[in-house]
Nanobody
C-alpha cells in the first residue's frame, strides 16, 4: 500500500510565492521519477515540472524561471517552489510518482497520484 500526501496549497496574491510538498510512503523500493501536474477549470491536466531519479529536471515553458522542483530522496518527498505567481497559475496541483513497489508478485513499477491541492492566485 502506497500513500501520497500533498500540502502547501492556498490563496496568494499575484507576485507571491508558495511551496508545495508531496510525500510518498509505504512499501517503496525506489522512486524513479516524481512530477507535479496541474488542472485548471475546463482545461486538461498538464505537466508543470518533473525530476528523474538521476536529478534531471524539466519544466513547462509557462513556469520556467519561476518554479523549481526538488526532491529529498531520504524522505521520499518532492517539492515545488513557486515564485512570481500569476493568476493563470490557479489550478489544482497534483503530485505524480513513478515508483518501484513491493507487490505479491515481487517488485513492480507503478504510478501513483496524490489527491490534489488547490492553488489560487488573485490579481
Amino acid at each position: 500500500q502506497v500513500r501520497m500526501v500533498e500540502s502547501g496549497g492556498g490563496l496568494v496574491q499575484a507576485g507571491g510565492s508558495l511551496r508545495l510538498s508531496c510525500a510518498a510512503s509505504g512499501s517503496i523500493f525506489s522512486i524513479n521519477a516524481m512530477a507535479w501536474y496541474r488542472q485548471a477549470p475546463g482545461k486538461q491536466r498538464e505537466l508543470v515540472a518533473a525530476v528523474t531519479g538521476a536529478g534531471s529536471t524539466n519544466y513547462a515553458d509557462s513556469v520556467k524561471g519561476r518554479f523549481t522542483i526538488a526532491r529529498d530522496n531520504a524522505k521520499n518527498t518532492v517539492y515545488l517552489q513557486m515564485n512570481s505567481l500569476k493568476p493563470e497559475d490557479t489550478a489544482v496541483y497534483y503530485c505524480n510518482a513513478d515508483l518501484t513497489v513491493d507487490t505479491d508478485y515481487g517488485p513492480r513499477v507503478r504510478q501513483y497520484w496524490g489527491p490534489g491541492t488547490q492553488v489560487s492566485v488573485s490579481s
